[in-house]
Structures are given as C-alpha cells and as structure tokens.
C-alpha cells in the first residue's frame, strides 16, 4: 500500500496500518460492511514536528510522529464501482 518511505496507509482487508510497506500496526478493524469509518487526527504546529493518529472503526492506534513539513494528502482507492468516498467533520482547532 505505502507507495513512499514517508506514507502512511490502512490496509482494510488487512486491518494493518503500513509504513514504507512494512507493518507498523496491526490488529485494527477490518472493513466488512458497505459503511466503515478511517479517521485521522492530526497535531500539525507550524514550527515544530507534528503528529497524526488512525481511527479505525473507534479503534485508536498509537500517535505517530511527523517530520517538520510534511503535509496530509488523503488518498483513497475504490475497489468497485457505486462506491462512494466522504470526507466530513474536517476541524481546525487553531
């Protein structure tokens, strides 16, 4: 999934959140209904290295750091068609 050493993806066959292609978090919800839930949460302070944490069906997985000027480009691929894609609840809290 992870195209870059820097990207971060959910595998939702899988429930594995990958890094690099390599596993850095398994044992997540995995997607087996029409409706499922990814969320993220990010901390991403102008002059200082932030951070990003999954939400996978409610389940939290342990904050991950970023490095100073990375940015958040949400990607997704849609496996069949009728599938639909929704990005709500997007907060700045700063």
């Not at 939702?12 to 390599?22: K, L, Q, R």
């Not at 044992?27 to 209904?33: D, E, G, R, V």
Request: charged share 20%; aromatic share 8%.
């Amino acid at each position: 999934m992870a195209a870059e050493s820097t990207d971060w993806s959910y595998g939702p066959s899988t429930g594995n959140i990958v890094c690099d292609t390599n596993s850095v978090h398994d044992h997540l919800p995995k997607f087996t209904k029409d409706i499922d839930i990814i969320g993220l949460e990010f901390d991403l302070p102008a002059e200082q290295n932030g951070s990003f944490t999954f939400i996978v069906d409610g389940a939290r997985t342990p904050t991950k750091p970023l490095r100073l000027g990375n940015v958040a480009d949400p990607g997704v691929f849609l496996l069949k068609i009728g599938q639909i894609l929704t990005f709500q609840n997007l907060t700045r809290l700063n």
